[in-house]
């Protein structure tokens, strides 16, 4: 595993979390329908909005990144956010068979609503689950007391439900019913 970021690069990281997944045009920057961009635009309309990044700082921040948040295409001339957009693109990602069981963590005051309505996608185009239980409780956590549901995915794919896989390995799916979800505590 790599070395955690220096601040500044994880400044970075936050920074381009914000103009790949949700707010391009804060610097004047287009995605393209599947979220990509041109990595020599995104340098230089960073700086003419008074965000300069070095091109070693990207690089890096794409290597090194934890979560693997970007993913940058095979001709190393774009770049996208992996996963997590509120701007809408279309990721074209196929449909893949997932683990039988996934996981999703939250905060414990939003569960009562969860287990009633399912997991829904908020402003993002997905709900995101992870294959284990330590992402999982790793995410809820940053929104409070961490809960961790248990999805029976496989039984969520028999009823016609697709799932993705992201290209950093989170899942996605459109949403999840009630019926597939179970407070982890509460699994069998």
């Not at 920074?15 to 990595?39: C, K, M, N, V, Y």
């Not at 961490?146 to 993705?164: S, T």
């Amino acid at each position: 595993m790599s070395e955690p970021l220096p601040p500044r690069l994880v400044k970075l990281s936050k920074f381009l979390s914000l103009i790949l997944r949700h707010q391009p045009e804060t610097i004047g920057l287009t995605l393209d329908a599947q979220g990509w961009a041109d990595i020599a635009e995104l340098l230089h309309k960073a700086a003419a909005a008074g965000r300069p990044i070095e091109r070693e700082d990207l690089d890096q921040v794409i290597a090194d990144n934890d979560k693997k948040r970007f993913t940058l295409s095979a001709d190393g001339l774009r770049l996208r956010a992996a996963q997590g957009h509120s701007t809408p693109v279309q990721l074209d990602l196929p449909a893949r068979t997932p683990p039988q069981r996934l996981y999703h963590g939250t905060a414990t005051r939003f569960l009562d609503a969860i287990l009633a309505e399912g997991l829904k996608p908020q402003a993002r185009q997905h709900v995101h689950l992870s294959t284990d239980i330590a992402t999982a409780l790793d995410v809820g956590s940053r929104h409070g007391r961490a809960v961790v549901l248990g999805v029976d995915a496989a039984a969520m794919e028999a009823a016609g439900c697709r799932f993705f896989q992201a290209d950093n390995g989170v899942w996605l799916t459109a949403a999840v019913p009630a019926q597939f979800l179970r407070p982890l505590d509460a699994e069998a």
